[in-house]
DNA sequence: GTCCGGCATAGCGAGTCAGT
DNA sequence: ACTGACTCGCTATGCCGGAC
């Protein structure tokens, strides 16, 4: 058995010896798993607490550098603008703000987990993607995240002025946005979809490849699926059904919170319902959405003052009755 | 009445969460 | 493997409510 102040130890070691901006949680427990020989999956709160204090305690550490190196840094400078009130001005004017609130509210998300902050730079819509010749010649590099794609366009857009005046959301496509769009005008919000088609995946040397063996790989996800429909055909009259499909039976408490006389529901539709319940009610904390604050229903629902959005179903669990 | 900030809107893909 | 909701970046605009 391997003790949690020898799990800690290895997990401080990895982490400093990795590459902050590819690492999860996912990769520390599985290198954890790996280094032990053992299987961490129950104890992936543990690990994520392990990371965060981690972070936490560089982050310090960081600050405490800084800090000296700035009061160093404005006894040299004094009389003129120190070199650290232009870092602060930097970091808070990064951009012209032509979007009044996406900056703000993507910086507020990001001040999570540290793996989620750095991974989310890497993949997803920051990964770097191979672009169509079109969109090559108008960006005039090979490759290109999707984001920088977005905001290159953009900044093109705005030079040549090519936003509709009677409706800005309109773009006016000139000879090189029509070779790439096809249409004499976009819509902004379509202007993404279209560009998907000229957005490909780097993962191989060969983006032709990559798609003919995706076609392929489609083409026998869909024979298999085929093959399997009967089957499940069959399952699906039997009323078969398993995991969140599985009809469950609702507590009477529940049933009365959700008060649609129903008292037999999927978990996937109780879900449901409760997500919508607190939306409607605008229950989610505004400064972390993630947490849930109980109005009176839901504190004698579930006997909590506030939740974690992703616990709820740990919080649904007693309140629902296996059917045979 | 005007100004300002906050939020929603659309679309993309990959990943996360807890529990079954 | 699956569930639903959410995040990440990026963009401009419209609408709403609060402050002055």
């Known amino acids: 058995m391997v003790s949690e102040s020898e799990l800690i130890g290895r997990l401080r070691e990895f982490l400093r010896s990795s590459d902050l901006n590819t690492t999860t949680t996912t990769t520390v427990r599985r290198q954890l ?29 960081e600050e405490e550098e800084e800090e000296g190196e700035d009061a160093f840094k404005s006894e040299q400078s004094q009389g003129s603008n120190s070199k650290v009130e232009e870092d602060v001005d930097d970091e808070e004017e990064e951009k012209p703000n032509h979007s009044r609130n996406g900056k703000k509210k993507n910086k507020e998300r990001s001040n999570k987990l540290g793996d989620e902050v750095v991974k989310k730079r890497s993949g997803g819509f920051c990964k770097l993607c191979s672009l169509s010749p079109q969109l090559q010649e108008l960006m005039g590099a090979p490759e290109m995240a999707r984001t920088e794609v977005v905001k290159q366009l953009w900044a093109y857009i705005r030079e040549k002025d090519l936003q509709d005046p009677e409706n800005r959301r309109n773009i006016i496509c000139d000879e090189p946005l029509r070779a790439i769009f096809c249409v004499n005008s976009i819509n902004m919000f379509q202007m993404n979809k279209a560009l998907s088609k000229h957005i490909w995946p780097l993962d191989s040397d060969d983006v032709v490849q990559v798609k003919a063996e995706s076609k392929e790989k489609k083409k026998k996800q869909e024979r298999e699926e085929d093959s399997d429909e009967p089957k499940r055909k069959e399952k699906r009259q039997k009323g078969g059904k398993s995991g969140f499909l599985a009809p469950l039976k609702l507590s009477d408490a529940l049933a009365n919170f959700l008060g649609t006389g129903e008292s037999e529901l999927t978990r996937a539709e109780v879900i449901k319902k409760m997500w919508d319940y607190i939306k409607g009610n605008n229950l989610q904390d505004p400064s972390d959405k993630r947490k849930i604050l109980c109005d009176e229903k839901l504190k004698e629902l579930f006997d909590v003052d506030t939740f974690n959005g992703f616990t709820v179903t740990k919080l649904l669990a007693p309140h629902f009755i296996k059917t045979s």
């Open 33 to 61: 798993e790996s280094d032990f020989g053992i299987d961490l999956s129950d104890r992936k709160a543990f690990i994520r607490e392990q990371v965060d204090l981690f972070l936490q305690t560089e982050h310090q550490q």
